[in-house]
């Protein structure tokens, strides 16, 4: 098993990639932290790693708190004795162009998404000093690396997680604390479902996503969550400070799309 002896933290873990990581780490042997702003969702969560013969505990987290945050982190440490690892994966989706979008969605997903990043790595940070080092990583997206129509500040926020990441990872390399995030296609997820109810055809805004990945599909959250257990895991002690894009090969090149 390719975490085994490892505890990690997983945030947004009630649902969609998040839930999924929680299940592949503890499938990996780690034991897990599972969070989500929705605490009976991440009990739900650790109730499926344990039906999998995993090891979970869980709690309502809001990655928004700091002293949330540090509470959370002191009852992993009592729980679980350390911690390892951190997914950095919470998040929230506000469309809206830079123009148009009300000051309080523009605060709320730039806290969410990327403020979020700096509490909880911070948090962890001299705990995983104090075990010889560690890995970071956090779910970013392709929409921190190509623009989005209409969703700016989601976009800026995962641009700036991809920068945070990269910077931590500086920051972190003489503590062997590894850093790293994930950068998303479309991924079926309640996230993506709520994405494509906001716009004016549904179905069609779900037909041109699908459309946009030359590999034929929306990504699903196993594909996210294999490449978190590759960043989390010693295959990758020589990585870090990358921006692992898991796509479908949107980003590849010129696409003419799907038919
Ligand atoms: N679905 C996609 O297409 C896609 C693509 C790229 C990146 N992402 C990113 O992946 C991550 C997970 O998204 P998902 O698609 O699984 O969405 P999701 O909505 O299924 O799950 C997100 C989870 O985050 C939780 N959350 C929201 N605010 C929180 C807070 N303040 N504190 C703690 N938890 C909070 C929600 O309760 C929810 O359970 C997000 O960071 C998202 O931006 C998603």
């Not at 950095?88 to 009300?102: P, Y």
């Not at 969410?112 to 890995?135: D, E, F, M």
């Not at 479902?193 to 906001?198: L, S």
Request: net charge negative.
């Amino acid at each position: 098993m390719r975490l085994a002896g490892k505890t990690a933290l997983v945030t947004g873990a009630g649902s969609g990639i998040g839930r999924q990581i929680a299940l592949r780490f503890a499938a990996e042997g780690a034991e897990v932290f599972v969070t989500d702003l929705a605490g009976e969702r991440a009990q739900e969560t650790a109730r499926l790693v344990e039906g999998e013969g995993g090891t979970a505990i869980s709690g309502a987290l809001d990655v928004t708190s700091a002293s949330a945050v540090q509470e959370a982190m002191e009852m992993m440490i009592a729980q679980l004795g350390g911690i390892d690892i951190v997914a950095n994966n919470a998040g929230v989706t506000i469309v809206g162009a830079a123009h148009s979008m009300q000051e309080s969605d523009w605060d709320e997903e730039l806290t969410v998404n990327l403020k979020s990043v700096y509490i909880v790595s911070k948090a962890a940070w001299p705990h995983l000093r104090s075990r010889g080092g560690g890995a970071i990583v956090c779910t970013a997206s392709i929409a921190g690396l190509w623009a989005i129509p209409d969703d700016a500040a989601y976009c800026a926020s995962k641009a700036g997680v991809v920068m945070l990441t990269k910077c931590m990872a500086l920051d972190g390399a003489r503590d062997g604390i590894r850093v790293n995030c994930v950068c998303p296609g479309f991924i079926d997820t309640p996230m993506i479902e709520g994405y494509f109810a906001d716009q004016p055809d549904p179905q069609a805004a779900r037909r041109f996503a699908t459309g946009l990945h030359p590999l034929g599909r929306l990504g699903q959250p196993l594909d996210i969550a294999d490449g978190y257990v590759y960043l989390a895991s010693e295959e990758a002690r020589w990585v870090t400070g990358t921006a692992l894009v898991i796509d479908g090969g949107l980003t590849a090149g010129i696409w003419g799309g799907g038919d």
